[in-house]
């Protein structure tokens, strides 16, 4: 017990240095867990004797992701997009697993083994292609949605391969593949009939009565039971339990406890997951990894190229947008997650040998390590594929006249854009807009807009619509990162003009003022200073007096505006968490060391946190200066970052 307790805290020490060095670097985590696996395997240090012992826990992992997959698995979702998720996603994963699968037979020999490797192969990264979209603000796009269509499919498909691989390994001469596969689909269809009856009739009403208890606890152990039960179920019909889990999932999806349920079962998920990588890490043949590079590299680099053309040619024959084709394919190019279950799976089935498993692992660590990258430069990399058909693109908009510079420029023609613009219409202000939305340009252009296509970072489109020369630019973009690169292209070329930036929070206020914004205006600030314009109205406030305190909290850069309250509900992103500014009251004891210094002494200025308010007793000084002395009892209001506010606070009660 004690040597199993030290491996464990020893691969968790390991994972979090090692999770923590990816996500700084902008890696998956998925592949920390790989790497950790490798260090604590038996080709490195040899820390962990036997890998197989945590088998058991590990495949607890696979249940709960594939229980959380069914949750996230949305019907309406899957209907709305059934052209794209059986169209292309269908015909990807086909075409493709019969082309690797043929590929592997040529040099294995085996076609057991090429079925699973063709199938392994076929899929792609749902986490971290997700997760990336959703970075580079590329979800919502054509190209997005076809991407997204392709991995729902993906994980609906892993269900089937998860039936199929057990049989493989099961069949013998005298019951062929198709009869053992007939035999499992009537198992299969008889538990997801039992299944479902028991998650129409029975579920809602014990998660109903655990809802009115309001216990934490005991809505997380239904969840974890529910799903263990549903993949032991599975198990007994001689189907996989990850199956079951998955069955279960979708049945608790559709009803009103889904996203308390999928909150629950997250973390147990995330660390068993972590374990299940870390399971496979171990696995993997480094000596073979290192010895085979050069030839993991070009399969990384024939699987991507072959995924790429087949999305490409399904894409252009369902009449998509080349580009949007190209860069689905494109981003779909890794092997995903899935694959390391499928792989962990037939090796124990003895389906695969470790040398070709120890390829494949290599294969979908190579790859999921460089998707950030590839995604994120997706346009580049597509481009020279386009050049024709782009230029033939933007030939098609029929660009408005940009002979003479207009008075006010709009870049973004969003739907902040288009309010601006549709306002400095009915005052009949001449102006731009420039947007790179070739589609929401055209629908604009043709509505009678007076909309620029191009990328209002690139100096060269500047200059062509004159914004060396005009004297108001206003920046609308949703992303404030976007509109950052925007305002400092903008201020390499024109250093006179006024800039009006919209962002959605204050996080990235500064960075925009130190850019070289004239106004910077925050959405949620914004909305706040408009609600409380219309409640001091309400009250009998005069007019005059709130446009002034509105005017004055926007000249001073929202300044009592930053800072706020942290609750159990703020967003801990570590991402954000550097550039949040929080509020916090330090109540000085009678030993506390800041009792009788003024704040001049203190130099709060040298940790980056600002006064705001002192209270004494009843009374509230908003305004306190250098030579303002604390007492004991005072209760200080800081405002800083959270780092920060904790350092001031040690620093007042104990220097």
Same mark, same amino acid.
């Given at each position: ?21 990816? =996500? ?10 790989? &790497? ?6 038996? %080709? ?22 594939? /229980? ?13 997009? =059934?052209?794209?998720? /059986? ?21 294995? @020999? ?25 970075? $580079? ?27 199929? !691989? ?49 216990? %934490?606890?005991?809505? &997380? ?26 069955? @279960? ?53 024939? !699987? ?7 999305? =490409? ?5 369902? #009449?998509?947008?080349?580009? #949007? ?7 779909? /190019? ?28 290599? &294969? ?33 908009? +029929? ?28 005052? +009949? ?8 939305? $070739?589609?929401?340009? +055209? ?8 909309? /620029? ?7 060269? !489109?500047?200059? @062509?619509?004159? @914004? ?69 109205? =309400?009250?009998? !406030? ?58 001049? +002494? ?8 600002? &006064?705001? $308010? ?7 000084? $908003? ?33």
């Amino acid at each position: 017990m004690n040597g199993a307790f030290a491996d464990v805290l020893l691969l968790l020490a390991i994972a979090v240095v090692l999770v923590w060095a990816f =996500r700084r670097i902008k890696l998956p985590a998925i592949l920390a867990y790989l &790497v950790a696996g490798i260090v604590a395997g038996p %080709d490195v240090t040899a820390w962990i004797k036997d890998p197989d012992e945590y088998h058991f826990i590990a495949e607890l992992g696979v249940v709960l992701l594939l /229980f959380s997959l069914g949750l996230e698995f949305s019907l309406p979702k899957m209907i709305a997009m =059934r052209r794209l998720v /059986f169209g292309l996603g269908a015909g990807q994963v086909v075409i493709c697993s019969l082309l690797f699968a043929g590929l592997a037979y040529l040099f294995t @020999a085996d076609w057991i083994a090429a079925m699973v490797i063709g199938g392994t192969l076929a899929l792609s990264s749902t986490a971290v292609v997700i997760k990336q979209l959703g970075e $580079s603000s590329q979800l919502t796009t054509r190209k997005g949605q076809a991407t997204v269509a392709v991995l729902l499919f993906q994980d609906i498909a892993v269900v089937p391969m998860l039936i199929i !691989i057990p049989l493989l390994a099961s069949t013998s001469v005298e019951v062929s593949i198709w009869e053992s596969l007939g035999i499992a689909l009537l198992k299969g269809a008889g538990v997801v009939v039992l299944l479902m009856a028991v998650g129409k009739w029975v579920l809602p009403h014990i998660f109903r009565e655990i809802a009115r208890l309001r216990t %934490d606890e005991l809505f &997380v152990l239904a969840t974890l039971l529910v799903a263990l039960v549903a993949g032991g179920m599975t198990h007994l019909f001689g189907l996989s339990m990850a199956l079951g889990a998955f069955l @279960a999932g979708m049945m608790l999806g559709e009803s009103k406890y889904k996203h308390q349920l999928e909150a629950d079962i997250r973390p147990f998920r995330d660390i068993l997951m972590g374990l299940f990588f870390i399971t496979v890490g171990m696995q993997l043949n480094l000596m073979v990894f290192l010895n085979n590079l050069h030839w993991i590299a070009l399969g990384v680099v024939l !699987i991507g190229l072959i995924k790429m053309l087949v999305i =490409r040619a399904l894409a252009g024959f369902m #009449d998509e947008r080349e580009e #949007d084709a190209w860069g689905a394919g494109l981003m779909l /190019f890794q092997m995903g997650e899935f694959g390391f279950v499928l792989v962990s799976l037939a090796l124990s089935f003895a389906l695969l040998p470790q040398d070709i498993a120890s390829l494949l692992v290599g &294969v979908g660590v190579l790859g999921m390590a460089v998707t950030p990258v590839i995604i994120q430069r997706c346009r580049e990399l597509v481009k020279p594929l386009l050049r024709k058909v782009k230029t033939t693109a933007a030939d098609d908009i +029929q660009q408005p006249d940009v002979s003479e510079p207009k008075r006010v420029l709009v870049l973004g023609f969003g739907r902040v854009g288009q309010t601006v613009s549709r306002f400095l219409t009915n005052e +009949q202000i001449p102006h731009l807009a420039i947007d790179h939305d $070739s589609k929401r340009v +055209q629908e604009a252009i043709a509505g009678g807009a007076n909309v /620029f296509f191009g990328d209002g970072a690139r100096r060269d !489109i500047l200059k @062509a619509v004159h @914004a060396d020369q005009v004297e108001l630019i206003i920046i609308t973009f949703a992303e404030d990162q976007k509109a950052l690169d925007v305002l400092k292209a903008i201020r390499e070329i024109n250093e006179h003009a006024e800039v009006i930036v919209r962002s959605r929070d204050d996080l990235r206020l500064e960075d925009m003022m130190n850019a070289g914004a004239t106004q910077v205006v925050p959405d949620t600030l914004e909305a706040s200073l408009m609600l409380v314009s219309q409640i001091l109205s =309400r009250t009998g !406030i005069p007019i005059r007096r709130i446009l002034a305190r509105l005017d004055q909290a926007r000249r001073s850069h929202y300044g009592d505006m930053h800072g706020f309250y942290p609750g159990e509900t703020t967003d801990m992103d570590p991402e954000k968490i550097d550039r949040l500014q929080f509020l916090h009251a330090v109540q000085l004891s009678d030993n506390a060391y800041a009792c009788g210094k003024e704040l001049a +002494q203190l130099g709060l200025d040298e940790l980056a946190i600002q &006064v705001k $308010s002192v209270r004494r007793g009843s009374d509230e000084f $908003s305004e306190v200066h250098g030579d303002f002395k604390l007492q004991k009892g005072d209760v200080v209001l800081l405002a800083g970052g959270p780092r920060a506010i904790e350092a001031g606070e040690s620093y007042l009660l104990n220097g």
